[in-house]
């Protein structure tokens, strides 16, 4: 490819399984990810990481979800993962935490 | 409530829209040239003392049945064309001295890597007699990649000239003048077509890849064929316009071939030995050597690539080009100049991260001489020059990149100095730090000149060509890897080795 700041890049596939316990206000889940690259080619051996490069990773982790029953509407999220097999990516280990509110715009319904 | 258990399996297929990138010069019409140049067969010569130094056989007459089958094999692969082969025939009839040019870039990208390091934190070389084993030969840094496209430009040059010299001797008429019912599907000019300008720059091209990229003689050889295959099928010459071409650009390529052997390339690298008294030699004038930044320490890159025989210097000029010591490293000069590399580093803006991106020219690219290469065919691409003054254009670019490789690497280890980084830590830079010495800027000095000559070659473009120089040099002040200085004197002495391939220019017969 000659003078471009165009890059082909390959398709990928992306998957997860989850399985987990869920009651009313909690939710709990394991988390099994994996990600391929049809196509892209590998990094060579002291070379330089390129977009199209291809990157393929299995990630392994846990989340969960709970809704506070103190305030309504309000939950709780959060969750890690790391990788367990990869090729051109680097072996992470990610975390995430969230606060959900509900901003309820449907017409107020009659009290029982 | 009754806890539930979930199980999902979720699959998502991003399915692609259209998205494939397409080549910018993929779609470029056939070279159809202002001026056949006739005259060329007298340019002045590079390296060949003759044009005639390698006899080409007087060619049977078009009424000859040597002749009549070669016609028929035109006829034969036009009647049945598949749309793979018009493809071929399109893309090679855009000019084969850019196609080459682009494919040689492609290769300088893919061979420029530098070897990864041993357990024991020595470094292996890269061996030509064993290209496929690890480190792959060459490591096309900036100085081979230099080197590699000044002798590929050269020896196209002196080919196309000997065969210039030998369509104007023998004048035979293209395939499609001689019989109406030939397509003349890359085009139609007034050029002889024997011997075949298109194999000349294919023979002479894949017989010296074979000493520059030994790991790539079967894909050169591929090319080869599907060049000249083209030529056949499009009707632009026959069989034995095609054979006598592809002998002509070997036997030139030999020439230049004996010379490269001989050059002093192949001991650019230096010994252990070398590598320590350019140490002593700067510490007996009380400076700080230059110190590889890389861990393990890297052996300094090719520090005799100073002494490679030059295409426009010989070796007097590139001591005379040399300019004057930077400011000792010890001094309040050096001192301010480094404060300076410190300061710019500080809090780059994203025009300036861009610029050090755009030039950066490092791993896994065609180098500087390359995108210096990339910019020159781009504007060539508009002025339809014939085949031979597109060669003459890129070897007087490619030898003045070659000699500014000389004289930049001669300098560069005859001061040893110092990157800013390894005088101030503090300085983190923007693109990877080069192994080799600060003092001048290669950057600068390919740049300057590439855009030397090309101001000359088009000198409409002059302005632009130097604000792209000026912006490279720039680059690497961004990028923190050297000082004001190292770019501004590299500035002079670049246009000084530019100005030599202007003055072969004005003397070669094609102005």
């Keep these: 490819m000659h003078l471009t700041n165009k890059v082909d890049m390959p398709d990928m596939i992306s998957f997860n399984f989850r399985t987990g316990y869920r009651s009313n206000r909690l939710v709990l889940e394991a988390v099994l990810s994996n990600m391929i690259t049809l196509g892209g080619l590998d990094i060579r051996k002291n070379d330089m990481p390129f977009p199209s490069n291809k990157m393929n990773a299995t990630m392994m982790g846990g989340h969960f979800r709970y809704d506070l029953p103190v305030i309504k509407r309000l939950s709780l999220t959060g969750g890690a993962a790391f990788t367990i097999a990869g090729r051109n990516v680097g072996q992470a280990t990610s975390f995430d935490a969230g606060v959900y509110y509900i901003l309820d715009f449907s017409p107020k319904k009659k009290q029982k | ?511």
């Design chain 2, 1 to 511: 409530m009754k806890p539930l258990i979930y199980a999902a399996l979720l699959l998502a297929v991003f399915s692609a829209c259209n998205k494939s990138v397409s080549d910018r010069t993929a779609d470029l019409p056939p070279l159809q040239p202002a001026n056949q140049d006739l005259t060329a067969g007298s340019w002045k010569l590079i390296l060949l003392s003759r044009p005639d130094t390698f006899p080409v056989a007087t060619p049977a007459a078009t009424t000859s049945p040597l002749y009549i089958a070669d016609l028929n094999e035109i006829k034969g692969y036009q009647a049945r064309l598949t749309g793979d082969q018009r493809d071929k025939i399109k893309y090679w009839s855009a000019g084969g001295v850019l196609r080459w040019n682009e494919i040689m870039r492609d290769l300088m990208a893919k061979y420029n890597l530098a070897p990864y390091q041993n357990p024991d934190g020595s470094y292996p070389a890269p061996n030509a007699a064993n290209p496929f084993a690890y480190p792959q030969f060459p490591f096309s840094n900036p100085p081979y990649a230099a080197r590699a496209y000044a002798y590929v430009s050269a020896a196209q040059y002196d080919a196309l000239v000997a065969c210039w010299r030998y369509k104007t001797q023998y004048n035979r008429p293209a395939p499609y003048k001689v019989d109406s019912s030939i397509q003349a599907l890359a085009g139609k000019s007034t050029l002889p077509s024997y011997p075949s300008e298109g194999a000349v720059l294919a023979g002479v091209t894949a017989e010296l890849m074979q000493l520059l990229f030994p790991g790539e003689v079967a894909s050169i050889q591929q090319k080869l064929e599907e060049q000249e295959l083209a030529l056949i099928m499009s009707g632009t010459a026959t069989r034995s316009d095609v054979t006598a071409g592809e002998a002509l650009g070997r036997q030139v390529a030999e020439a230049f071939l004996a010379r490269g052997r001989a050059d002093n390339a192949g001991k650019a690298g230096g010994t252990p030995a070398d590598w320590a008294n350019l140490v002593t030699v700067a510490q007996s004038k009380n400076q700080i050597p230059w110190l590889s930044l890389e861990g393990p320490a890297r052996p300094p890159q090719l520090p005799l690539f100073g002494k490679v025989k030059g295409f426009l210097c010989d070796s007097a000029t590139i001591v005379a080009l040399r300019p004057g010591p930077p400011p000792s490293t010890s001094s309040a000069d050096m001192k301010e100049e480094t404060l300076a590399a410190y300061n710019t580093i500080k809090n780059p803006t994203r025009e300036q991260m861009r610029i050090v991106q755009f030039w950066a020219d490092g791993v896994g690219t065609y180098t500087p001489p390359g995108h210096w290469n990339a910019i020159a065919a781009e504007d060539f691409i508009t002025k339809n020059f014939s085949e031979v003054r597109w060669a003459r254009n890129l070897a007087l670019l490619n030898m003045a990149e070659m000699d500014a490789a000389i004289s930049c690497w001669d300098i560069k280890y005859y001061y040893f100095n110092p990157r800013p980084t390894q005088l101030d830590p503090r300085i983190k830079t923007l693109t990877g730090i080069p192994n080799f010495p600060s003092y001048v800027s290669g950057h600068s000095m390919f740049s300057w000149a590439a855009a030397t000559i090309l101001g000359h070659i088009i000198p409409g473009r002059a302005n632009a060509y130097g604000a792209m120089a000026q912006e490279a040099a720039n680059s690497r002040i961004y990028a923190g890897i050297h000082y004001e200085i190292d770019c501004n004197v590299g500035m002079t002495v670049g246009k000084n080795v530019g100005n030599y391939a202007v003055q072969r220019a004005t003397k070669d017969g094609a102005e």
